[in-house]
């Protein structure tokens, strides 16, 4: 009996692709993401991927801009609903640091910086430059809300790189890097909610 493979878009199989891509990025890391690998978990041939991405260093590329978007898209959500006074800054840190480390956008960054595959990480810059554009200051400092967005970023790279390592020579517990950017962004780009908060874990 022969199967007939369904055929999907252009633009359906690609984003299937980069779930796939995604899905072994968590799962396995950064090095695990081939061309290969991908068309294997997608059920689509090594010319398909190659159609699409041109290149595994192409692939990546796509990939970070895949993630980049989405982590980006959350975390403007996150900060439009702080400002409505219905979320918190630990809530954001939580999502900048989850992106980084449970979603893998720190060893995808890192492992292309390693292999020489920079231009692959303009897309999560851009991405950035977008989250920006799109929060806005709102009444906020402009460069203090620059500020708080590359220190939430490096902090969440480093955390996804060295974090656990790092607390434990200091005897300091996991996580707490967390701890120490909600204080940081609270102080940058203090809002009502959040100063009880932060009084309180500068008092722990």
């Avoid at 041939?45 to 290149?55: C, Q, R």
């Avoid at 607390?167 to 909610?193: F, K, N, W």
Wanted: charged share 20%.
């Amino acid at each position: 009996m022969t199967t007939i493979r369904k055929r999907f878009s252009p633009a359906d199989s690609r984003r299937m692709a980069l779930d796939a891509a995604l899905q072994i990025l968590i799962e396995s890391g950064p090095q695990a993401v081939t061309l290969k690998a991908v068309a294997g978990k997608v059920g689509r041939t090594h010319s398909n991927l190659l159609h699409h991405f041109g290149s595994a260093d192409g692939l990546q590329k796509a990939l970070a801009g895949h993630l980049a978007s989405a982590v980006c898209e959350t975390i403007g959500k996150a900060v439009q609903a702080r400002r409505a006074g219905q979320g918190s800054a630990r809530e954001i840190v939580d999502l900048v640091f989850d992106a980084f480390g449970v979603q893998g956008a720190g060893a995808l960054a890192n492992w292309m910086a390693v292999t020489g595959n920079r231009d692959a990480l303009d897309p999560i810059f851009d991405a950035i430059h977008g989250l920006l554009d799109q929060i806005g200051p709102a009444g906020e400092d402009w460069k203090k809300v620059r500020e708080a967005t590359m220190t939430l970023v490096l902090q969440a790279l480093g955390e996804s790189m060295i974090g656990n390592t790092l607390a434990d020579s200091l005897d300091l517990p996991h996580g707490y890097a967390r701890d120490l950017a909600t204080r940081q962004l609270v102080a940058i780009l203090p809002r009502g909610e959040d100063t009880g908060g932060a009084k309180e874990a500068l008092a722990d």
